[in-house]
């Protein structure tokens, strides 16, 4: 197994970085520096983890899970949303000390095995300061092909009352994971809460809900798509994969607002992706 071959430490951080929080007994997500990690399950019972975290964060991701679900109780699964350089960052120092398996979507698995390397970051795209200086962010693939499944159809391993839905458009294989009984939505980068190319936004975690990171979206269409089949869940809570989790009519609003004026609030001006999506 290999990280990308330009993996590196990403200096970003957040207010919120460092922090743990339950949004259920069973769903708590931790922010590493600017992007969150989920993991689903009672401290005293078998769970998962869904990503992976920063570059070189192993050691702190593995202290945290220790702290909630003990020493010797590593989780059952990791579960990929997608494969992005801030979900992957530290896939292979935990699949080392775990030995567990890794899902994700097979649109995915290029970018898994070392086979393919996401496009690279949209530096013209119009956007804040992390947007311009988005060409130091790794984009080549980790090869974790000894360890990954293909996630089985509808479900989500070792948690059965969880779903996975497809939510192609930041990347052809992303996936949101969704509780129907409650209503808790894990959105990955389909929806976020914090405007993710802007520094200062970013530095103090403010709330609004976006869609996903302009200089990663490679099409608008489908990411349009992929809102509009979330917020038909009618989601309860939402946990995104960057900013803090937001529920009740907050949430309700800030989707309906954020669907009514995609081309406005979503959508980049310009960009080398960007074409006219067909609201």
């Known amino acids: 197994m290999k990280q990308s071959k330009d993996n590196k430490i990403i200096p970003m951080t957040s207010v919120d970085s460092g922090k743990l ?6 769903v708590a997500y931790y922010t590493n520096q600017i992007v969150n990690l989920v993991m689903i399950g009672h401290p005293d019972s078998d ?30 699964a990791i579960i990929l949303t997608h494969g992005h350089f801030d979900h992957v960052g530290s896939i292979v120092d935990l699949v080392a000390e775990w030995k567990v398996p890794v899902y994700a979507h097979p649109l995915e698995f290029p970018f898994l095995t070392g086979q393919q390397a996401y496009p690279e970051p949209d530096v013209s795209v119009e956007g804040g300061l992390l947007a311009k ?16 499944k293909e996630i089985p159809e509808g479900s989500v391993p070792f948690q059965s009352d969880w779903q996975w839905i497809h939510v192609p458009g930041h990347s052809p294989g992303q996936i949101a994971l969704f509780r129907k009984s409650d209503g808790v939505l894990i959105s990955a980068d389909a929806l976020i809460t914090v405007r993710q190319d802007s520094m200062y936004r ?49 949430l309700k609003s800030g989707l309906e607002h954020l669907l009514a004026n995609w081309e406005e609030e979503a959508v980049p001006d310009y960009g080398k992706w960007v074409k006219q999506s067909d609201t």
Request: charged share 25%.
């Open 47 to 76: 769970w998962v983890l869904v990503d992976a975290g920063m570059p070189f964060s192993g050691r702190e991701i593995l202290k945290v899970t220790k702290e909630r679900f003990g020493e010797n109780n590593p989780p059952k």
């Open 21 to 26: 929080r339950e949004v259920r007994p069973d």
């Open 133 to 148: 200086i988005s060409a130091y962010y790794p984009n080549e693939p980790v090869n974790i092909q000894d360890v990954l």
């Open 202 to 250: 970013v530095l103090v975690q403010k709330e609004e809900v976006c869609g996903p990171p302009v200089y990663l979206t490679a099409d608008w269409p489908g990411a349009l798509n992929s809102v509009r089949k979330l917020e038909a869940l009618n989601p309860t809570t939402l946990v995104p994969g960057h900013g803090t989790a937001m529920s009740g009519d907050e």
